[in-house]
């Protein structure tokens, strides 16, 4: 376990260098702010290992309890950072990036770092499936929200096309993985629970989430929605699933307890 | 000058347009969360329980008998069914036209299967609440209950506890059999994630095991001794029957009464319920009864290790997985048509 504690600290430190690499680069005409991919490369290999040994260790892809789930979250936002830096160059969305997997991995540091064995209910792939999909699809949605930030206060440094088509592709990959999250959870519920759609309040909530985007999805390519009305659905979108994932946790007893 | 027919044709024109327009479902499904979630929260803090209350019966069920009795609490529910069905018009009335439209090209079939495999989840979920039934059944071990409200029966072969190395129970395998007619029409263990699946019935594991009552011995005059057990009803000489309508467990309590000991039912012939009784060794507890001329005196109380089974039936649920299998492959091919692997739906454009 205290490699993966070590690895951990380690991702946190790359992603906080990485914020600082570009926070220096960017009034230095003679280095490119793209150096600080390079910490959040390193930061994103700590995190794969330390993921890779938890589910060695395991025996189970580690996405049970607060600091697994955090962690599966914090990889997929800086990935797709990443994925966004080499495709469309997009360098200065990277400290916005690194500051929401820095706060991901903070929160994880909250849970307990053991490597437990999975419980009867949740032994089962279609749990596995659920939790990861629905992790990596919040942290899209996450990314889309920044960049909805970004856009609004023009400050990407990237062309409007590429602005628009990583919003996009935020929304659009992060809906895709959210229906295979409720799917899958649904196919869970009906064989643990006794249906597919229960009145719990996480499962509620999370309809509603789905049907948002649903929303989203449909209005994004009209033309009286590009622009600001696309960005204040992608930021309100977000507020939707921190109130669903942390709000409704935090408030209500629920089906989907957060540690 | 223009034609009698034109305003019509126009009027048509503008009802179909706005009916099939994703603006209207998008109108529609932001309704339909505001409702819900508003509804949600409020029905959450007036009961806790509200949520477990309204799992325990097929939806419809649950509208018709309950629903009315916690209005107004309950309107937000009226209103999301209504919001539902205008949801479902919408959906379908878009994609008829997507394949009105476009069913030559290969352009949008990951949408549209998506838009079908919702509708038909949707028409398995309609199916499932209007004529499904969820029932709870106790089977003691080694015994056979009747599942209430379907031709069914339970039996429960072996019940065994999965502890932790510390001792901590953290499942139960059930052997289980399932006979409809007295033909055992299926069987096989069961645990947590691992239900007994019979086309549309599914029996769940227990939610409550132990050992415990699950029946007695009484005296009835005319019938000599009768053995009662929870789930089979005993004949009496003129057709009547004794069951066992409901147990309470050591320490139990329900109003003024005080376990253990078990509710004693009688039924005529046709089913209908002539009177019923709680008996129970407790001092202070009767433990003598006349029900309809029948007097009826405990000998003692049989107990065994029970479960408490759940057994639900939902004729919609091949619907729901043919439209999720659906669903699934339309995201499938609407992925690979954003990544222009296949023709795909027009992406946004600045």
Sequence with gaps: MSSTIALHNLALAFYVLSIVVWVVARPIKSISQSIAVWPAVAGFLCQVLQVAIRWKQGGHLPVTGLFE?????????????????????AYNFLPAAMGFAIAALLFASKGP???????????????LIHVATSFAAYGLFGVAALMAIYRTLRISGSPLAAERRMLDECIYFGYILFTWAMITGSLWAYLTWGSYWTWRIKGLWSWILWFYYSGVLHVRSRPGWQGWPVNVLAVAGFVLVLFTYLGLGLLFKTSHPLL | MASPEKPLEKSLDLIWR???????????TILWCIDLAAGSIAAYFNDPQFWIKMDSYPFNLWLEQVAPKTFPLSLWVYILVALSYLMIISLLLCTINWFMRRRK?????????????????????????????????NVPQGQTAKVPGMELDLKLENLSVVRSPEGRPLDTISSVGLFQDGVRVAGGKIRTNHPLIWGKTVVYPPEDYGAGVVG??????GAGAVRLISGRAVTLADDRTLEVGGILQRGERRGNVLGPGMLVVMKNQAGRTMGSAYLS??????????????????????????GLFRV?????????????VILFLGTFWALAGYLGIVPGAAKPQE
């Design chain 1, 113 to 127: 770092k053991t490597v437990a064995p999975l419980t009867p209910a949740i032994d089962t792939p279609y749990f």
């Design chain 2, 312 to 324: 639900h039936h939902d004729p919609g649920i091949w619907l729901v997985i043919i439209g999720s």
């Design chain 1, 69 to 89: 789930t955090q962690h599966f979250l914090a990889l997929w936002v800086v990935a797709t950072a990443l994925y966004f830096a080499f495709r469309y160059w």
């Design chain 2, 18 to 28: 706005v009916a099939t327009s994703p603006v209207t479902f998008v109108v529609l």
């Design chain 2, 216 to 221: 007695g011995v009484l005296g009835a005059s």
């Design chain 2, 105 to 137: 090209r290969l352009k949008g079939l990951g949408e549209f299967l998506v838009h079908l495999g919702f509708l038909l989840i949707f028409a398995g979920f309609v199916l499932g609440s209007a004529l499904g039934s969820r029932s709870q059944v």
């Design chain 2, 281 to 306: 060794p407790v001092p202070g507890m009767p433990d003598k009864a006349d029900i309809a001329g029948v007097r009826l005196t405990l000998g003692q109380l049989t107990e065994s290790t029970y």
